[in-house]
């Protein structure tokens, strides 16, 4: 059983989900380097609506993917710790920066995505199932 729950950096911020994670993975894109300030963005993604926030509400920054469609990137107003993320092209889920978890020991990310803008010196794992862009509906 799964215990997600966790907060950002500053602790205005907390959250819990009771769901069972859908997928659990890795993005290499650009813009989750960016915003995360390194390499890559390990990511839980939840049903939508399962994530219960406590405390402040996020700042958000309306970002847009590579599809042209948006992806809602939540984060903390007062530390900037990216909280979650939504992404209208994978529509039904909310993307949780796994970071943030008060205990990541249980997550083994199942699929590394944006392959393809890994940086050169990140091992790309060879239990995880690779995919060059986002992973197709059915992955
Ligand atoms: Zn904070
Ligand atoms: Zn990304």
Redesign the pocket.
Same mark, same amino acid.
């Given at each position: 059983m799964t215990q997600i729950q966790g907060g950002c950096l500053c602790g205005a911020i907390r959250y819990t989900s009771a769901a069972q994670p859908l997928m659990t993975a890795v +993005? =290499? +894109?650009k =813009? +989750?380097q960016r915003q995360s300030g390194t390499a890559f963005?390990v990511l839980v993604a939840l049903p939508a609506g399962t994530l219960e926030l406590q405390g402040e509400a996020p700042a958000t920054y309306q970002d847009r993917g590579e599809s042209g469609l948006a992806v809602m990137r939540h984060f903390c107003g007062k530390c900037g710790s990216p909280i979650s993320s939504q992404v209208e092209a994978m529509p039904g889920m909310d993307w949780l920066k796994a970071g943030t978890l008060d205990d990541a020991s249980w997550l083994q990310p199942q699929v590394a995505?944006?392959c393809d803008h890994a940086q050169p010196w990140v091992p790309l794992g060879e239990t995880m199932a690779q995919f060059p862009k986002n992973p197709p509906p059915q992955a």
């Open positions: +993005c =290499h +894109c =813009h +989750c963005s995505i944006w």
